[in-house]
Each structure stands twice: as C-alpha cells, then as structure tokens.
T-cell receptor, first 113, second 113 residues
Framework: AQRVTQPEKLLSVFKGAPVELKCNYS??????LFWYVQYSRQRLQLLLR??SRESIKGFTADLNKGETSFHLKKPFAQEEDSAMYYC???????????????FGQGTILTVHP | SAVISQKPSRDICQRGTSLTIQCQVD?????MFWYRQQPGQSLTLIAT?????????ESGFVIDKFPISRPNLTFSTLTVSNMSPEDSSIYLC??????????FGSGTRLTVV
C-alpha cells in the first residue's frame, strides 16, 4: 500500500530563514511525487512535481529514492509562503494506482515577520 | 492546466437527505477523481470516475452512499446520500493533466445537521 508521511503538522519560521518541510513515502514501484499548496481561502494548487525538477516560488524538492523522501525546501522564507502544504504520491503509469493521489496529513507553515 | 468549476461551494443539509455536487471541466478528460477531506484530516480518494463505465470506489466507500455520474468527458457529479453528521467534510473533484499534475476544484464544504 502507498503511504505518505509528513511528520510536522505545524512549522513556524521567521522571514528570511530557511525552511524545510519533510515528506517520506512508502511505495513499491516508481512513484510520482508532488507538493501541493493551499493558501487561505484558495483552492488546492500544484506547487511542484518531481519529474519537472523545476523551482517554483523559490521552492525546490528532490526525490531521494534511497531515503524514500521528497522534502520541500526554500532558502529564504517569505510571509506570503504561509499556507498549508501537502505532499502527495501517485502510482507509476500503467499501474492500478496511477492517477490516484495519496496525500500526507499536511504541514501548516507560518512565516513570521 | 484545466479549469474546474465545482458547485455548490458550500451547503448545510439535514440528516437523511442527499446532496449532489457538480464538477464541470473546461476540457475533455478521461479520468476524474473525487476526494473527501474530513475536518482536520487530509484528502482521501473516494472514487475514480471514467466516462462510459461505472465508477471505481476505494476501500471504505460504496456506490449506494456516494453514487457518481459521468455522462460525458467534461462533467461529473457526486451524490452524498442519506447524510449523517459524519459526512460533514469538504468534497473535491480533480482531473489529471499531462504536464501540470492534477487540478482540483474549489471544493464543496458540506455541513450536516
């Protein structure tokens, strides 16, 4: 069974400080990993996916298959980064779980001025 | 990425009644997904809705309680039947996008009294 774990429910940092939101996963094949963000009163939106290997709003995430992790990082946090962040996993293409997202419990990030 | 219109955005319903939630996508998609987010919890997949076939339900969800229609490639409905207070949740639809991951509707916040 696939599982996503976000160990921190709440994370607080000051503006300009580095931030890392942790995500670990369990999956037997080659998963696709995502980070989604939900700002206050807005819909859930994609922040990053591991296959694109791009940086969005200064955030990066590297898939570490050895540690089964997909941690989200930003070197200098901004107040507008305050939001709920979800790590999610989808099974590999052709598998029965392809397209079905399994979400972690989410981490509420608060960036203080 | 696809744009999803979901309605209603919220509703307060009496126990024992049913509510139908609609999702309209601005492009044709083969797969649509329905999720539930219970208070304080993460998102859980309810079912996968493919056009022209019966929806596929995840463990713990049954068609009698959550009937789904998928009459064409741009539209789907989820009905929450015979509601109880335990059904109070946010319900979301989602569609996959080849390059942008998965897009979500704005959600329907359901309160059962």
């Amino acid at each position: 069974a696939q599982r996503v774990t976000q160990p921190e429910k709440l994370l607080s940092v000051f503006k300009g400080a580095p931030v890392e939101l942790k995500c670990n996963y369990s999956y037997s094949g080659s998963p696709e990993l995502f980070w989604y963000v939900q700002y206050s009163r807005q819909r859930l939106q994609l922040l990053l996916r591991h296959i694109s290997r791009e940086s969005i709003k200064g955030f990066t995430a590297d898939l570490n298959k050895g540690e089964t992790s997909f941690h989200l990082k930003k070197p200098f946090a901004q107040e507008e980064d305050s939001a709920m962040y979800y790590c999610a996993l989808s099974g590999d293409a052709g598998g029965t779980s392809y397209g079905k997202l399994t979400f972690g419990q989410g981490t509420i990030l608060t960036v203080h001025p | 990425s696809a744009v999803i219109s979901q309605k209603p955005s919220r509703d307060i319903c009496q126990r024992g009644t049913s509510l139908t939630i609609q999702c309209q996508v601005d492009s044709q998609v083969t797969m649509m997904f329905w999720y539930r987010q219970q208070p304080g919890q993460s998102l859980t997949l309810i079912a996968t809705a493919n056009q022209g076939s019966e929806a596929t339900y995840e463990s713990g969800f049954v068609i009698d309680k959550f009937p789904i229609s998928r009459p064409n490639l741009t539209f789907s409905t989820l009905t929450v039947s015979n509601m109880s207070p335990e059904d109070s949740s946010i319900y979301l639809c989602s569609v996959p996008h080849r390059f942008h991951g998965y897009t979500f509707g704005s959600g329907t916040r359901l309160t059962v009294v």
